[in-house]
């Protein structure tokens, strides 16, 4: 049984009462406790809104037009005492609901487990160490920490905080951000002024603070809020939307033709109304695809998933349609393109230029200057250096099964692993020169400063930050003998370009005194004053699998552009290591700033780098680029990155180094940070569109070609050559099987050497409409033959009809596997192979028909005879006919354009 605890009023209690209370301290609570208390209490997340019950969920299935006209039909027939008919009726209408809801069930099901991925993580204190846990697993009495564009995970009673601001709309419905402190308020203090407390669900818009989890799951102020739980996505797209529009609105058509046709056949061609109202029905089954939109909510299900094992974690649907048009990827180099594995490789001070050795996390390796070892255990001017680097950091080295690991920003644990390597043992001097405040850093200023106090009554500031910023802020420089000299601008200005020149990341470390009793760091405390101790650069080599994604994407006719906040040389070299089109162009923030929207969407297309960028000038390159009706992709991490990735086409925030912020304004969250996941998306998105083209491409010509079999034969008074409940039994049995199949296409080979889909290309082209004419005359014409010649052999109506029915099945299997291949020959080794899913549901229509066909009682209900040998191949080979016409026909029009296309670019030319 799990404890509810008291409601207390933590806002109005001393930090020192809600230790005690909590039984916890600022070193945070153990692992052990940590894990009785998620026992006692459970853990920290909402209940899940409330699904439709089983039944009512089983019943919506009923809930669709052409049920609605088999459940009549099957009322009239049972009226009529046609009870075989009533009983196939009504068998085919529960196999459809049972079919759906199974699916239905196994789509939701996958995309809750995609969902699952998303779940938050917080960065938490155990036993003083930091550590980053599920937000499901706090519980009361966690030391929590947050920073800007965190999602706060619990309620908390803050303890630390550093210009922490937190947007609280979500509770309080005033959506500019609120200032926190942590000094306790009043206890009738309403709840948007209890500034000492962060709610669970609000995002923090700025600085950093440190919490104690006091409220978590339905404790929490939001979990107290009913109604306002995370609502439940349905399974759709636009495009599927438009379709299932399409497809009621073919449906009712289709029962005015039906109507229009019984009439006709009932009054002027007399017909027998027994026979006529059970073709109208057979009429309206074939011709209405009922399972339509089922089968698209299914493809994009198993597309979704697709990309969930590639990384790429889809949060609104909509977005995988879109990602199949994408023509540019603007992308963040750092993580993104590279591995954010950091690594200090060179050391510049005022004197000499160092070479740092080791590998990763390892605090282990020499630091050379030329071919000799500096020996640290003499004083030097890298050690004030390293003292900096320690100080003005937040992450921590843990060594694990044998392996270093940062906790905290790659780049800061590389200069923790940089100052062991100067002989720094940062936890020492982390205890003797306590953070009294800090500037956090942001990708607005560049910069992070922090004032230290130690027990000696000396107080610092440590500033690190791009190199531009901090030269800015400093007078004077470390000099080799550990005086000051003035700043010679130009020659730091020379080392951080030779640096960056390499590809490496370049930081400036700046130093200075300050009296002890200065307490409170303001930007003003480090402008103009500081002293430079020296440069240092760190590599952080491409991913491999990088290069080769943006490959793949250039000849898919998708532009890859890199945004970073990184120096311009350091961004030309990895867009050079990369492999981007123009590398040695870049614009900087400076000069965009420079530009107008019209000179910038000028420049935009000439240019894939775009360095030492600010996040308001991403924006501005979207909206440049979607000026010239491009479709974009943008990356983001930070909380500031939120705005364009909102306008972005797809959104695209890091799962591991994104802020929550960024992750809420995005469509798509990388897993790994990785850019081939993106690429990879792409491909999928492609996939998921050309199978949603696929599925409509085979389904509507089956539905047109059966439905006119039954018209012609109608109208022209002739037999019906396939009776209404072979009808029935045909689409059911190929529903099942066949139209399924296509949403599990795997990705064509030549995806990614097609450009980019235009964003509002119609889905029905003209080129489809002309297939779906084709096929259905074939159909019709395969259907007729055959029937023609099996009467014209004196079979029995009952052999004719079986015949017919067969010949139809095994064309929709032979336009199937020419389906498969929209773009490409269906004649190739790989292509006829098929895939599993493809040949089962071709076994299964087989055994299907074989059933019906040889099993005397199957004979019996639907008025079917055994067909011979011969007859069999005859009809095999219609379908053989049917897949050399039509894949003639593709090849002819894929020549021509191809003709048309290299026409055109000559005469362009
Ligand atoms: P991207 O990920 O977009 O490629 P980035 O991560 O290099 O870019 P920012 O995070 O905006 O971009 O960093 C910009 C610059 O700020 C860096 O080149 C570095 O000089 C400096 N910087 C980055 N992180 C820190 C930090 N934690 N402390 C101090 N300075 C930093």
Known sequence: MLQTRPEKNWHSMSADTVFSELKTSMAGISEDEAALRLRTYGPNCLPAPARKGFLRRFFSHFNNL????????????????????????????????????????????????????????????RNNQRLTVEGEKLVPGDIVLIEAGDKVPADLRLL?????????????????????HTDPVNTDTPLGDRSCLAYSGTTVTNGQGV????????????????????????????????????????????????ALIFAFGLFVLQHNFNELFMAIVGLSVAAIPAGLPAVLTITLAVGAQAMARRNAIVRRLPAIETLGSVSVICTDKTGTLT???????????????????????????????????????????????????????????????????????????ALLAFAAKAGMNSEEVRKLWTRTDIIPFDAQHKFMASLNHNHENHALIAVKGAPEQVLAMCKTYRSEDGGCEPLMETYWRQKTEEVAALGQRVLALATKEVKPEHTVLEHSDVKGTMTLLGLVGLIDPPRQEAITSV????????????????????????????????????????????????????????????????????????????AHDMTVAMTGDGVNDAPALKRADVGIAMGRGGTEAAKEASELVLADDNFASIGAAVREGRTVYDNIKKVISWTLPTNAGEASTIIVALLFGMVLPITPIQI?????????????????????????????????QPLLTSVLVWHITLVSTLFLCGVFGIYTYAIQQHYSLELARTMAMNTLVVMEIFHLFFIRNMYGTSLTWKAVRGTKVV??????????????????????????????????????????????????????RIRLSRQTQSFTARENS
């Open 160 to 180: 630390k905080t550093h210009g922490l601001q937190v947007q609280e709309a979500i509770l309080t419905g005033e959506s500019i951000p609120v200032e926190k």
């Open 728 to 760: 029935l039994w045909v689409n059911l049995i190929t529903a099942v099987t066949l139209g399924i199949a296509l949403a599990f296409e795997p990705t064509e080979e030549n995806t990614m050497h097609r450009p980019p889909r235009l964003r509002d």
């Open 551 to 626: 490959a793949e994407c250039r000849g898919a006719g998708i532009r890859v552009k890199m945004i970073t906040g990184d120096h311009v040389a350091t961004a030309k070299a990895i867009g050079q290591q990369i492999g981007l089109q123009r590398p040695n162009k870049a614009l900087t923030g400076v000069d965009i700033d420079n530009l107008n929207d019209a000179a910038l969407a000028a420049e935009v297309l000439k240019v894939d780098i775009f360095a030492r960028n600010r996040p308001e000038h991403k924006l501005r390159l979207v909206t440049a680029l979607q």
């Open 839 to 892: 040949w089962m549901a071709v076994i299964m229509v087989t055994l299907g028909q074989f059933a019906i066909t040889y099993v005397p009682l199957l004979q019996e209900v639907f008025a079917t005879e055994a067909v011979p040998l011969f007859d069999g191949i005859l009809i095999v080979a219609i379908g053989v006919a049917l897949f050399a016409i039509i894949e003639i026909e593709k090849q002819m």
């Open 339 to 413: 591995r954010n594995e950091m690594c200090v490789a060179t050391v510049v001070t005022g004197a000499q230029r160092y070479e740092v050795e080791g590998e990763g996390y390892e605090p282990r390796g020499e630091v050379m200057l030329g071919n000799a070892p500096v020996a640290m255990s003499a004083p030097n001017p890298l050690q004030e250096l390293a003292r900096v680097a320690v100080l003005c950091n937040d992450a921590e080295l843990r060594k694990e099964e044998g392996n270093w690991l940062v906790e905290g920003d790659p780049m800061e644990g």
């Open 211 to 258: 919490g104690i989890v006091v409220a978590t799951a339905a404790e929490t102020e939001i979990g107290h809020i009913s109604g306002m739980l995370a609502s439940v996505e349905t399974l759709t797209t636009p495009l599927v939307e438009q379709m299932g529009f399409f497809a009621k609105w073919l449906a009712l058509f289709i029962l005015a033709v039906a």
């Open 66 to 125: 052409l049920i609605y006209v088999l459940l009549g039909a099957a009322l009239i027939t049972g009226l009529l005492q046609h009870w075989v008919d009533t009983g196939v009726i009504l068998a085919v209408v529960i196999v459809n609901a049972i079919i759906g809801f199974a699916q239905e069930g196994k789509a939701e099901r996958a995309m809750d487990a995609i969902r699952h991925m998303l779940a938050p993580r917080a960065a938490v204190l």
